[in-house]
């Protein structure tokens, strides 16, 4: 056994960024933990350069985000890292809760079989950070360690920063500036803007204890246990036999003599045996927030993760929240910079995602106020909903130690064409996609693995589609289905067997989920968002009906739309 050693990542000179007048670039990233850095990737993914800049010179310490849900796992897929972090990680889908010994409810994150990635995995942030630098740097990211980011000017064309290195300091300009510069943000401070919420008082130790064990890899919630009563404790295992251990500690607790070994081994033994070895790696204490800022977009300056909205950590809503927000922000901001859009696409980022934290602040809330009630009222609906759960089933799904993070169902964008025909299932617009396996080119494959490239557009058919529906699809050759402001569509068929039809990829629903979890008829026809939510569905194809959900999808709307 041993502690997790951080890497140091080389300083580079700022001199090829330094000129009078100040250097524009098209985006510039302050932040490189795991919101920034996916950002960074999405942007060399989506053709723009990117300049990362981070005043620090190594990943984080301790394990800090440690679950990444399926609907991060599915991103990082198209990020490029989802293999390697699933491989490191310690995959899981059954949660159990206990009051005292006992356990009174369990949860299955992914019920249904058909589904590429598990409900969610456990890996310590300081991996998957390894992981997106090397993949960004991969890419042809420009990450500078050692540059701080001291003052942001905004204008109505760009932004100005002031860059602090060991050499002096520089200014620089940006285009579009996206900051994702913590739960701290010091931009977000510089820039006096202001984020509003709820602290909660109560104080948590975070133990990542190295020790192997063989409990399974589930995640363990107890209520008043024997071996630290009256309060809560959590327990997940990470990869290279770390296992993150969470103890309430109550408001009064010192942060300072908890921190101390003398006081956190005693507790460890008390819940792990006084004759099991054990080394720690890292030990903090937190309290936590469910808070958010007004507005996420501030003209050429956007704001994304734990810099524009906290939850506490019930839940794992952090890092999975901030991986959504890059991947609505991404796609939109590249047309943008690529002429092919206006800013307004911009505003429905900062819509969407405010949405996004409003429903995972109350979330998060609910969890917290169930974990740690404040009032007398709360305490005794908690203790009883506990009781009740012991003998009666009708009770366990009242426990709430802490709604794990499922992605947001975005029905109330802008950029959605409303249904007009009847569907039935959860594919509305708006939705994330679900996943399901399928066949491409006679070998295993996962749908999710076919979207996500620009908008595209899945057309269900169950024979060679007819002259009038290949008119329908524009298609002749290679040309892209339709185009609006020199947007591509690009067409995909799924259909229950194989096909041949020259230029266009062809999906077999072999099982027959795809159809199953669409809701989908041979003729039904499903516009995609590049970040793999729903924007419109029909039952049959008609270009004209199509042309106007891209053009609405595009931005193209007025406010009463």
Same mark, same amino acid.
Request: glycine letters at 6%.
């Given at each position: 056994?041993?502690?997790?050693?951080?890497?140091?990542?080389?300083?580079?000179?700022?001199?090829?960024?330094?000129?009078?007048?100040?250097?524009?670039?098209?985006?510039?990233?302050?932040?490189?933990?795991?919101?920034?850095?996916?950002?960074?990737?999405?942007?060399?993914?989506?053709?723009?350069?990117?300049?990362?800049?981070? @005043?620090?010179?190594? &990943?984080?310490? =301790?394990? #800090?985000?440690?679950?990444?849900?399926?609907?991060? /796992?599915? %991103?990082?897929? *198209?990020?490029?890292?989802?293999?390697?972090?699933?491989?490191?990680?310690?995959?899981?889908?059954?949660?159990?809760?206990?009051?005292?010994?006992?356990?009174?409810?369990?949860?299955?994150?992914?019920?249904?079989?058909?589904?590429?990635?598990?409900?969610?995995?456990?890996?310590?942030?300081?991996?998957?950070?390894?992981?997106?630098?090397?993949?960004?740097?991969?890419?042809?990211?420009?990450?500078?360690?050692?540059?701080?980011?001291?003052?942001?000017?905004?204008?109505?064309?760009?932004?100005?920063?002031?860059?602090?290195?060991?050499?002096?300091?520089?200014?620089?300009?940006? @285009?579009?500036?996206? &900051?994702?510069? =913590?739960? #701290?943000?010091?931009?977000?401070?510089?820039?006096? /803007?202001? %984020?509003?919420? *709820?602290?909660?008082?109560?104080?948590?130790?975070?133990?990542?204890?190295?020790?192997?064990?063989?409990?399974?890899?589930?995640?363990?919630?107890?209520?008043?246990?024997?071996?630290?009563?009256?309060?809560?404790?959590?327990?997940?295992?990470?990869?290279?036999?770390?296992?993150?251990?969470?103890?309430?500690?109550?408001?009064?607790?010192?942060?300072?003599?908890?921190?101390?070994?003398?006081?956190?081994?005693?507790?460890?033994?008390?819940?792990?045996?006084?004759?099991?070895?054990?080394?720690?790696?890292?030990?903090?204490?937190?309290?936590?927030?469910?808070?958010?800022?007004? @507005?996420?977009?501030?003209?050429r300056v956007l704001f994304a993760g734990d810099a524009a909205h906290q939850v506490s950590p019930?839940?794992?809503?952090?890092?999975?929240?901030?991986?959504?927000?890059?991947?609505?922000?991404?796609?939109?901001?590249?047309?943008?910079?690529?002429?092919?859009?206006?800013?307004?696409?911009?505003?429905?980022?900062?819509?969407?995602?405010?949405?996004?934290?409003?429903?995972?602040?109350?979330?998060?809330?609910?969890?917290?106020?169930?974990?740690?009630?404040?009032?007398?009222?709360?305490?005794?609906?908690?203790?009883?909903?506990?009781?009740?759960?012991?003998?009666?089933?009708?009770?366990?799904?009242?426990?709430?130690?802490?709604?794990?993070?499922?992605?947001?169902?975005?029905?109330?964008?802008?950029?959605?064409?409303?249904?007009?025909?009847?569907?039935?299932?959860?594919?509305?617009?708006?939705?994330?996609?679900?996943?399901?396996?399928?066949?491409?080119?006679?070998?295993?494959?996962?749908?999710?693995?076919?979207v996500g490239k620009g908008f595209q557009l899945l057309l269900f058919v169950d024979a060679p589609p007819t002259p009038d529906v290949l008119a329908q699809?524009?298609?002749?050759?290679?040309?892209?289905?339709?185009?609006?402001?020199?947007?591509?569509?690009?067409?995909?068929?799924?259909?229950?067997?194989?096909?041949?039809?020259?230029?266009?990829?062809?999906?077999?629903?072999?099982?027959?989920?795809?159809?199953?979890?669409?809701?989908?008829?041979?003729?039904?026809?499903?516009?995609?968002?590049?970040?793999?939510?729903?924007?419109?569905?029909?039952?049959?194809?008609?270009?004209?009906?199509?042309?106007?959900?891209?053009?609405?999808?595009?931005?193209?709307?007025?406010?009463?739309?």
């Open positions: 056994m041993g502690a997790y050693v951080n890497p140091i990542y080389p300083y580079k000179s700022p001199a090829d960024l330094i000129a009078t007048p100040p250097q524009r670039k098209p985006l510039i990233v302050i932040g490189a933990g795991p919101v920034g850095l996916a950002a960074a990737i999405d942007a060399r993914l989506q053709g723009l350069d990117v300049l990362v800049l981070d @005043d620090d010179k190594t &990943v984080s310490i =301790g394990s #800090r985000a440690v679950c990444y849900a399926k609907r991060s /796992l599915e %991103i990082l897929d *198209r990020l490029g890292i989802a293999n390697e972090a699933c491989d490191l990680g310690v995959s899981w889908n059954i949660g159990r809760t206990f009051l005292e010994e006992d356990e009174v409810y369990q949860f299955n994150l992914v019920p249904d079989a058909g589904h590429k990635r598990p409900g969610m995995i456990n890996l310590q942030q300081y991996h998957v950070e390894e992981m997106l630098i090397a993949r960004a740097l991969e890419l042809g990211a420009d990450i500078r360690w050692q540059h701080k980011v001291t003052a942001v000017t905004p204008h109505d064309t760009h932004a100005t920063l002031t860059v602090e290195t060991p050499e002096g300091t520089f200014d620089i300009e940006a @285009d579009w500036l996206v &900051v994702a510069d =913590g739960a #701290r943000s010091p931009v977000r401070r510089h820039l006096g /803007l202001d %984020i509003e919420g *709820r602290v909660f008082q109560d104080r948590f130790l975070i133990a990542d204890v190295i020790m192997k064990a063989d409990y399974p890899a589930e995640r363990w919630f107890w209520f008043d246990p024997p071996f630290h009563p009256n309060q809560s404790v959590l327990l997940h295992k990470q990869s290279n036999n770390v296992w993150r251990i969470d103890f309430q500690l109550g408001w009064d607790a010192d942060p300072e003599e908890e921190k101390k070994p003398e006081k956190v081994i005693p507790r460890l033994q008390a819940m792990l045996g006084d004759e099991r070895p054990f080394e720690l790696e890292w030990v903090s204490i937190y309290t936590f927030q469910c808070r958010r800022m007004t @507005d996420f977009r501030h003209g019930f839940g794992a809503r952090g890092a999975n929240s901030g991986f959504q927000d890059v991947d609505d922000l991404l796609w939109k901001l590249a047309l943008v910079i690529q002429g092919q859009a206006s800013e307004k696409l911009l505003d429905t980022y900062a819509m969407d995602r405010q949405f996004a934290a409003d429903e995972n602040i109350m979330n998060s809330t609910r969890s917290t106020d169930f974990i740690t009630p404040k009032s007398r009222t709360s305490k005794t609906f908690r203790n009883q909903v506990l009781a009740l759960a012991k003998h009666h089933p009708f009770a366990r799904k009242l426990v709430n130690s802490g709604r794990l993070s499922v992605p947001s169902f975005l029905t109330g964008s802008m950029l959605n064409t409303p249904d007009a025909e009847a569907f039935a299932g959860n594919m509305v617009p708006g939705a994330p996609m679900d996943d399901a396996p399928v066949q491409v080119d006679g070998q295993d494959a996962w749908l999710l693995d076919q699809l524009a298609f002749s050759g290679n040309a892209p289905l339709c185009a609006n402001a020199a947007v591509q569509v690009t067409p995909l068929i799924v259909s229950p067997s194989p096909l041949n039809i020259p230029g266009i990829q062809v999906i077999v629903d072999a099982q027959g989920l795809v159809a199953k979890r669409y809701d989908a008829q041979p003729g039904t026809a499903y516009l995609l968002r590049p970040d793999q939510h729903v924007l419109a569905r029909w039952r049959s194809l008609d270009s004209a009906r199509l042309q106007a959900a891209l053009a609405r999808a595009l931005g193209q709307f007025s406010p009463q739309a």
